[in-house]
């Protein structure tokens, strides 16, 4: 067995995980461990991120992030943690000037920063790189960046499986080591999750193959809180049809930025106004009331013929198509869709997680010694994220993550106890040596995929959450009993195991919390409660029992 010393872990590497193990090192932590299920720098959600970054910078017309701020109040429905979202608001131009600086590649427009109005924004506040490149773009920035500090060292093919606690204190980790089929432990003064979202939980879904709810898991096991976990961003015009190979299905929002496309039903009438959002002027539509019109209108029988709407730029001239998306238009021709002759069919999909573990302006969580970043925080964005929101998120709460980390594996001494983590690594162990059962973790997360889109969706009844939540808990009790084919190097049956224990605990939380939730606000939804009450402007706490369950409580 391998064992790992360290002063601060940081679990996940994308750009929030990142950006947390420079602050880290920038804060003085001497040995940085940034760890990932996949490849450290390669996985996550800001890699996949082909749309803008929302910061006040100024840069097209007068703002401050105050303004900012507001907007981002306005989007969360009135369950906006505003000491987070502030410190979000405020921060986001120091990490893009930043970012400016290590040569990330802002879009330009005469000298300045280039930057557009998005959906929810009161001025043009959101830069970019490059039409479909600005997440690509950020995450090589930052991987240049780690790989010149030599504080920080790099593990990919590790999945974390235990936060280990001493004292109710964070002080180490056990994980699995894919590529050996080995356990591995870490000592650690501090430990920072940045494991992303759980969208990848939903059958439709616009995640990365490692977004199915790890960090919630890990944080909920050691004893801190989530909190929002109801509130699941379904991005509303994700691609449906024809079938499109090799590109983005979350691709149309630039599209619709530039160029005005227009949604409309399966009889080509324009329907948004009939849901008070009125485009008369532009692309303004928030993504939830966007979601809850397509939605609509599909379940009204004026959908498209493959169950969403049309998405049409038939109405912009063929020269300013090929001006603004030249190359891309010639990528959707391979794909048998011109743009100038047909619309293509779009529906809802699976993108953001609101919701996640509770934390202070510090990153900090109740358990000391653990902290959290980018996505897998939660409380910034309430009930509705702010479109560009997403990638600031990761660079602010990243940064301060590793920083506030480091300044506390500083001031505490060595905790670690391996009696502690005997558990976790007997675990990992036995399931190693394999086990016979009634069925595989693959098949039952395939299930589970469908029951959270088909009952903890884009809208939810009670009957429907009850379902869901009763089979949840039935696929937890049969974690036991899952067959796990012997071996150990890169044994998809054991990484499936643990990424189902995971994601079941993650989709609990999602949807104990949706079905006390009784109204609708938001990406919350419910059919059977469909106006939002005042009585509900509280956010809903989520703990795990020492039995295993969950315990919810609403704060005010």
Known sequence: MTHIETDVLIVGAGGAGMYAAIGAARAGAKRVLLVDKSLVGRGGATIMAQMTVAA?????????????????????????????????????????????????????????IAQV????????????????????AVAATLRRRVSRID???????????????TGGEAVGAVALDQAEGEPVTIATNAVVIAAGG??????????????????????????????DMEFVQFFPIGHLAPRLVGMDPIMWDPFRYKLGGRLLDGNGREFLADYGSDESTGYTTPRDIATYAIQKEVAAGRGSPHGGVYLSFTHVPRGDLDAAFGPVIERLARNGIDLGRMPVEVAPIAHYQMGGIAVDETMATRVPGLYAAGEAVGGANGANRLSGNAIPEALVFGERAGRFAAAHAKARRDGWDAKRAAPAVDAIRRLRDGQ??????????????????????????????????????????????????????????????????????AAEAVTQAALA?????????????PDTDPAWTCRQRVALRPDGGLALKAVR
């Open 517 to 529: 939730r009784q109204e609708s606000r938001g990406a919350h939804q419910r059919e059977d409660f």
């Open 56 to 112: 006040a910078l100024g840069e097209e017309a007068p703002d401050d992030w105050p303004l900012h701020l507001a907007d981002t109040l306005a989007a969360g429905r009135g369950l906006c943690d505003e000491n987070l979202a502030a410190v979000l608001c405020r921060e986001a131009p120091v990490r893009i000037r930043e970012m400016d600086g290590w040569r990330v590649g802002w879009a330009r427009r005469d000298g300045h």
């Open 436 to 505: 016979r059962g009634n069925a595989s973790a693959a098949a039952l997360l395939e299930e589970l995929r469908e029951v959270m889109w088909r009952e903890v969706g884009p809208f939810r009844t009670a009957a429907g959450l009850v379902g869901a939540a009763n089979r949840l808990a039935s696929m937890r009790r049969a974690l036991a009993d899952l067959t796990v084919e012997p071996g150990r190097a890169f044994n998809p049956t054991l990484a499936d195991w643990f990424e189902l224990r995971a994601g079941l605990i």
């Open 198 to 227: 759980l969208s990848r939980l939903f059958r439709r879904n616009s995640a990365s193959a490692n977004m199915g709810g790890d960090g919630y898991a890990l944080a909920l096991a050691a004893g801190a809180d989530l909190v």
């Open 117 to 136: 109005t998005a959906p929810g924004h009161s001025r043009p506040r959101c830069c970019y790189v490059d039409f479909l490149n600005t997440g690509p």
């Open 151 to 165: 504080a920080i060292r790099r593990v990919s093919n590790l999945i974390v499986t235990d936060i280990v606690t």
